[in-house]
């Protein structure tokens, strides 16, 4: 079963990455669960997972920012309900102190993409469980972005949500690569927007409880393909 952990995580970390598509190679990153024992200090690791996003829970205080969300959904929690250190059926060795509900578990990054894709989770079931019901709490975000240790991201665009669950228009903002805003809209012709527009200081503007999903690109890929298109490609293939 080792043997064949490690033959997996080699070919999710090299060959993997060579036989994906454009898009895995612009978006996609790998990330793993570690679990810890408190009471032993036994670490258990998942094989590597691909993501092409980050799906992030809005809990918190009333003054929500993407930065927090994302590095408290990356944090580690308890596992409770039961949870026995050493029941862990598909490691090979399944040693463990026996210790129930002293384990926590986290998400480790193994490497970050060329664009970070952040989903807020802004739709949650209703009272009576019925359906489900919009969150529009505001969410504030910053021009840059680095959580924990990424590297530094810098915002290309934003998709937001406008209206109820089943019921909901989408536009986005758009960074071009003049760094100038425009607002898209099927409804309307793309019109330009300031800065201010897409960065505005009052918590409560419209445009922080309609954000919905973040496109982050990587400030070192954009700046090699800026200066150097070509290799830029070439590394891709």
């Known amino acids: 079963l080792c043997a064949g952990m490690e033959d997996w995580e080699r070919a ?6 060579g036989y994906t598509t454009p ?5 996609g990153f790998m990330f793993r669960n570690v679990i810890k024992c408190d009471a032993c200090g036994k670490v258990t690791r998942s094989l590597p997972n691909p993501i092409n996003r980050l799906q992030v829970p809005m809990v918190g205080s009333s003054n929500l920012a993407l ?6 959904d990356l944090r580690d929690e308890p596992l409770r309900d039961n949870d026995r250190c050493g029941d862990d059926k ?3 060795n399944n040693s463990g102190c026996g210790t129930r509900n002293c384990r926590s578990i986290g998400k480790a990054i193994l ?15 209703n009272a009576t469980r019925t359906g489900f019901r919009k969150i529009d709490r505001p969410v504030c975000y910053g021009k840059n972005l680095q959580v924990l240790d990424s590297p530094e991201y810098t915002l290309r665009a934003i998709v937001m949500h406008h209206g109820s669950y089943g019921h909901g228009h989408y536009t986005a903002c758009v960074r071009t690569e003049e760094d100038k805003w425009i607002l898209c809209d099927d409804a309307q012709r793309p019109k330009p927007m300031i800065e201010a527009q897409v960065f505005p200081q009052q918590r409560d503007s419209l445009i922080y409880s309609k954000a919905y999903i973040f496109f982050y690109e990587h400030l070192a890929a954009r700046n090699t393909r ?4 070509q290799k830029r490609r070439a590394a891709r293939t």
């Open 67 to 72: 930065k927090e969300l994302i590095e408290n």
């Open 226 to 229: 800026a200066h150097h298109p």
């Open 23 to 27: 898009a895995w190679k612009i978006f």
């Open 111 to 125: 490497w970050w993409p060329d664009v970070l894709v952040v989903h807020l989770k802004r739709f949650e079931p």
């Open 90 to 92: 598909w490691q090979e």
């Open 12 to 17: 999710l970390t090299t060959d993997f990455l």
